[in-house]
């Protein structure tokens, strides 16, 4: 099939950086976000700056919303041309209910195959990028959807955060795990398993000496990695520890290529500032 009858697109849940999207040629659909009663388009009405600054004034978080399945019909019509199918990356089902809703969205839109990517944020770079190879090498829409849903496994994707103040006040922690882990400056990484978030390691202290044990610890036990590209992404942390959190993967990783973006409102209302992920694409699984 000829690339350029199949079109990738995702959720601004993705948090791909704008050149990696254009390099690529993704179309984007906005999460949204709701604060004070008002809804906004993630990233385009709202960043997480605003979301950071709302809760230092007010004690509230901004909460979520899917996307709706009349929302998908319109931006899949939009997308798609004579002749053109549609691979659609979606955020894991595990954590949202837009991929029912796009899925939903297919039966109004045909030539859309919808791919449950069991991976948030930039996990779903390693997706966009199989789904460009195969279609580049003559792959048609509905094999490449089967071979991605394959593959996602092989994803590997962990965050570690900084306070679980935003998590408490979502009602996915509660408020005595919150005020001993604050006490104690406990912080937990969050891997994506199976497509849902689970906690699977605890670290003490400051979060700037916390993150170099927690890329060291996920790239040392991971195994085999593909090691051409590999993503970094952050809720606002500080340039000083982006750079030696890149210096630090280059040396342990060997990665050709190391993507970093700061992540959108979609995931940033949940994990609060500060917090910082590693994904990466096994070869082992």
């Known amino acids: 099939m000829n690339p350029h009858q199949i079109m990738i697109t995702s959720d601004s849940a993705c948090d791909l950086a704008p050149a990696f999207i254009e390099q690529n040629n993704i179309a984007l659909i906005p999460h949204y976000v709701s604060l004070s009663g008002r809804s906004y388009r993630d990233m385009k009405d709202i960043t997480p700056n605003d979301i950071f600054a709302h809760y230092t004034k007010t004690g509230e ?34 954590v949202s209910s ?3 809703n796009a899925c939903a969205a297919t039966w109004e839109v045909p030539g859309v195959h919808v791919v449950d990517t069991h ?4 996990g779903i770079g390693f997706m966009a990028v199989m789904a460009k190879e195969m279609a580049e090498q003559g792959h048609c829409a509905d094999e490449i959807a089967k071979r991605l849903v394959h593959e996602r496994e092989r994803i590997s994707g962990g965050f570690v955060v900084d306070t679980l103040e935003y998590l408490r006040k979502g009602g996915r922690c509660s408020a005595i795990a919150a005020l001993g882990a604050n006490l104690l400056k406990i912080k937990p ?3 994506i398993t ?3 978030l689970k906690p699977a390691k605890y670290y003490r202290g400051p979060i700037e000496r916390v993150i170099p044990k927690f890329l060291s610890d996920e790239l040392m036990s991971l195994g085999a990695y593909d090691r051409r590209q590999a993503f970094l992404v952050h809720t606002g942390c500080s340039d000083e520890i982006l750079q030696d959190a890149g210096k630090l993967i280059a040396s342990i ?17 949940h994990v ?9 694409l096994k070869t082992n699984a």
């Open 61 to 94: 978080i901004a909460k979520t919303a899917a996307v709706s399945t009349d929302e998908y019909v319109r931006f899949f019509r939009e997308n798609m041309q004579s002749g053109r199918e549609i691979i659609h990356l979606n955020v894991s089902g595990g």
């Open 98 to 100: 837009s991929y029912l």
């Open 119 to 122: 991976t948030v944020t930039c």
């Open 189 to 191: 990484c969050i891997h």
């Open 194 to 196: 199976g497509g849902r």
């Open 253 to 269: 990783g060997g990665f050709d290529e190391i993507h970093t973006a700061q992540v959108g409102t979609a995931i940033t209302c």
């Open 272 to 280: 609060g500032p500060n917090a910082l992920g590693l994904f990466v």
